[in-house]
């Protein structure tokens, strides 16, 4: 069954949505649903986009609504437990597919000791800033965020036996290189 459905706004996007829908399809294992949604472009983006991905669901609006509303109507006619957003367009450069992100935060989890299992809550794709060297130069990079569950072992009051207990936390992995950029666990 798909989780996920990956929402892409559009607006005279030529240049970009085709190979964006490229790294979605070729390059992703899991299945996914993908719904572009037209803000009224002018360009061959949308005839592109038909021809080679067809099975790209396609929500055209009159004209063009902005971000916001194109991002909420994708939102809005998705039907699956996940739905992430492209958030910014650009030069094109590859970043690590859901599935490799998913890896890395496997390799995270199971490379140290830990009670039960892990469940991962959410996931979101973002642009964070990041402090690129000394003299402060900021850039936006993408990444992946997980927000995660995971079971601890305690003791009990009584102090006679252990329980149980969830604990939520969360995981910044780098979409350029893997790298994990923050892990915070929530507190009991």
Known sequence: MCKVTVVIPNYNGEKYLVPCLAS????????????????????????RAIKLYPQTRIIRLDRNYGFCRAVNEGI????????????????????????????????????????????????????????????????????????????????????TGEIMLPQDGYILINALDGTELLHENGEI
């Open 24 to 47: 979605l399809y070729e390059e992703t294992r899991a299945e996914i649903k993908v719904i572009v949604v037209d803000n009224g472009s002018k360009d061959d983006s949308l005839n």
């Open 76 to 159: 809005t006619a998705s039907d699956t437990e996940y739905v992430l957003k492209e958030t910014e367009t650009g030069d094109a450069q590859r970043v690590l597919t859901l599935d490799e992100a998913l890896d890395k935060v496997d390799e995270k989890y199971n490379s140290i000791i830990m009670e039960g299992d892990y469940y991962i809550n959410d996931i979101q794709m973002a642009y964070t800033p990041i402090k690129t060297d000394d003299a402060g130069i900021v850039r936006l990079i993408p990444v992946w965020y997980f927000q995660t569950t995971h079971q601890i072992l305690l003791p009990d009051k009584s102090g």
